[in-house]
């Protein structure tokens, strides 16, 4: 049985343990927090049976289905030597900024996965000096089985958070949407206003665009947006 095109990336490099660093709710995204997960893989111990068969599955968890998510994203915590997962709120986002917050969200994952492996691999960004040795893969998880599977771990971390908030905040749709920026999502903020979970200072413009366009054209002025408890 020949290998997946992602498994067979990681196997190529010749070394045993391998580490994946991913983040999920960043670019386009208007409220809830940025979540990143890190994964350790034994790939000697995970050569056959339902370890294999895990990462023959895994993939860029945007190419994934809801429920095949879930289901790997389970595989992974069952299968992984280690798994982290680290989250930063939307506060703390206007506080830092988005992509400060986005770097700090990945070292902290890389950090908490542990020691151990030979070769780390992070999505997409090249840390900070202080951050453990690692390697950027720029589209890391359609390349890295152990990318692809910390991306389905954060993925569905946060797809779970979301539909708690969405009970949370009725009327924004975060179920669906995630906290990205859809016209639904616009027309729930011109509506309702933003909610704590949203982020003011990154796509501030378009959120109160949906408030201004939401206030009562005879006052003349734009209306302040209000936070909903």
């Known amino acids: 049985m020949s290998d997946s095109p992602l498994l067979a ?35 000697e111990r995970l050569a056959s049976g339902a370890g294999r068969d895990l990462l023959e599955e895994v993939n860029d968890s945007k190419r994934l289905a809801p429920a095949k998510r879930e289901r790997l994203a389970k595989a992974v915590l069952a299968h992984a030597d280690a798994v982290s997962l680290v989250s930063i709120p939307a506060s703390q986002i206007d506080r ?26 992070v999505d997409g960004y090249a840390l900070g000096a202080s951050a453990p040795v690692h390697e950027r893969i720029v589209r890391g ?19 779970r958070l979301m539909a708690r908030l969405g009970e949370r905040y009725p009327g924004y749709g975060f179920e669906r949407h995630k906290g990205y920026g859809t016209v639904e ?23 109160t665009e949906a408030v201004v366009a939401a206030a009562p054209a005879r006052r003349g002025k734009p209306r302040r947006a209000a936070w909903r408890e």
């Open 96 to 121: 830092i900024g988005l992509r400060a917050a986005n770097l700090a969200c990945l070292e902290r994952a890389l950090r908490a996965v542990g020691e151990r492996a030979e070769l780390r691999f």
């Open 185 to 207: 999502h616009k027309a729930a903020v011109a509506k309702l206003g933003p909610t704590r979970e949203h982020r003011l200072t990154f796509n501030f413009r378009r959120l």
């Open 141 to 159: 998880d359609a390349t890295s089985a152990t990318v692809a599977a910390a991306s389905i771990v954060a993925k569905a971390a946060r797809d």
């Open 9 to 43: 990336h990681d196997r190529a490099r010749g070394v045993r343990l391998i580490a994946g660093v991913d983040e999920v709710g960043a670019g386009g995204c208007w409220a809830g927090p940025i979540m990143a997960a890190g994964v350790l893989f034994d790939l």
